[in-house]
T-cell receptor, first 117, second 115 residues
Framework: EAGVAQSPRYKIIEKRQSVAFWCNPI?????LYWYQQILGQGPKLLIQ????????DSQLPKDRFSAERLKGVDSTLKIQPAKLEDSAVYLC???????????????FGSGTRLTVV | AQKITQTQPGMFVQEKEAVTLDCTYD???????LFWYKQPSSGEMIFLIY??????QNATEGRYSLNFQKARKSANLVISASQLGDSAMYFC????????????FGTGTSLTVIP
């Protein structure tokens, strides 16, 4: 079974530029998540989609971050304009539909490492 | 308040020895799950082990076991017979039924296995 695909793996941009990340979840996983992991910290949820609808975006800095999920499958996360503090690894994850605290095959991608200079 | 606390920024263990990574959690939800993930330098989050709040037995997966003490709200990871490939960051995480499917992660513990 293919895992969660993310691209690019690495990106270096200057502050005030824009950048976009792409994620393709596991086939059949209705729920998709974007996490931000700053160096030395654990991942923090930015946004959660159920199919192509937003379930939770309470921690997404909406003045500069945006995300969409095309046709309930692939998703893109955009930052415009980027700040130095946006340097982090951006992880995408997906899980089957439903709400459970149990293990359900929730899978993370390898992440995109963003450096803003 | 932090939902997940990992107090060991770095740990060292001799190859073939066992090591315990500490994790405490905070929740008022009666139904929750506790997880451990391994993150090597390549960046992916690798699922290791899961413990449900209603599980009475400690979870085990191969060389990994989870020492679950519900009253103390702790969920320590024990790695037996450490291998060089175990060197990585380890994250404790929690999911709660009431707050949806997002994970709450700790700050991680960097484990180094010494030959």
């Amino acid at each position: 079974e293919a895992g969660v695909a993310q691209s690019p793996r690495y990106k270096i941009i200057e502050k005030r530029q824009s950048v976009a990340f792409w994620c393709n979840p596991i086939s059949g996983h209705a729920t998709l998540y974007w996490y931000q992991q700053i160096l030395g910290q654990g991942p923090k949820l930015l946004i959660q989609f159920q199919n192509n609808g937003v379930v939770d975006d309470s921690q997404l800095p909406k003045d500069r971050f945006s995300a969409e999920r095309l046709k309930g499958v692939d998703s893109t996360l955009k930052i415009q304009p980027a700040k130095l503090e946006d340097s982090a690894v951006y992880l995408c994850a997906s899980s089957p539909p439903g709400r459970t605290p149990e293990w359900d095959g929730y899978t993370f991608g390898s992440g995109t490492r963003l450096t803003v200079v | 308040a932090q939902k997940i606390t990992q107090t060991q920024p770095g740990m060292f263990v001799q190859e073939k020895e066992a090591v315990t990574l500490d994790c405490t959690y905070d929740t008022s939800d009666q139904s929750y799950g506790l997880f451990w993930y391994k993150q090597p330098s390549s960046g992916e989050m690798i699922f290791l082990i899961y413990q449900g709040s209603y599980d009475e037995q400690n979870a085990t997966e191969g060389r990994y076991s989870l020492n679950f003490q519900k009253a103390r709200k702790s969920a320590n990871l024990v790695i037996s017979a450490s291998q060089l490939g175990d060197s990585a960051m380890y994250f404790c995480a929690m999911r709660e039924r009431d707050t949806g499917n997002q994970f709450y992660f700790g700050t991680g513990t960097s484990l180094t296995v010494i030959p």
